[in-house]
């Protein structure tokens, strides 16, 4: 007999079929915890660090005190910033056991899950496709054949020797 299947209301199917989603690249995996209270409630601290590295008004509403282990905590504001929605300005902060003096450790700009980002890396080979290289040579050509008359215009004030005319050779 098998304890999850007498369960009321959750299916056998379903209790299998749970994976978690596909993580975005670039995108942080947090750790679960309670953060520490003290560097959790000095979040103008955190605005204060973050501020240092952008204008004031590009660093928007507090968004999450996350902790990353043993007093050390990371706060996340939104981003203003043009061109960076959905992504996170973070302030990481630490202290010593003890101590109420809290000390900056790292700052930056995360993306979340709902910031655009560049696609996957593809290696070039499997980038470049047969008519892909088909296109560029009709152009090469045509660069050639221009740079071919260019080259001729040039010598237009040479004489056929290609040495400069001479100043007893000018009409005034």
Do not use: C
């Amino acid at each position: 007999m098998n304890p999850q299947s007498d369960q009321p209301g959750t299916p056998v199917q379903e209790q299998g079929a749970k994976t978690p989603p596909k993580r975005k690249a670039g995108v942080p995996v947090w750790r679960t915890g309670k953060p520490d209270a003290f560097l959790a409630a000095a979040v103008d601290a955190a605005r204060t660090a973050v501020e240092s590295i952008t204008p004031a008004a590009t660093v928007g509403a507090h968004l999450a005190a996350k902790s990353e282990g043993d007093r050390l905590v990371t706060h996340l504001f939104e981003s203003r910033l043009p061109g960076y929605a959905g992504w996170q300005w973070y302030a990481v902060l630490t202290r010593n056991s003890r101590s109420k003096v809290v000390t900056v450790n790292e700052l930056g700009l995360l993306p979340s899950e709902d910031s655009i980002l560049a696609p996957e890396w593809v290696p070039w080979a499997e980038r470049v496709r047969p008519e892909d290289e088909q296109q560029q040579e009709p152009e090469d050509g045509q660069q050639e054949e221009s740079s071919a008359v260019g080259d001729g215009s040039a010598d237009e004030g040479r004489s056929d020797d290609g040495a400069e005319p001479s100043d007893g050779a000018r009409t005034s």
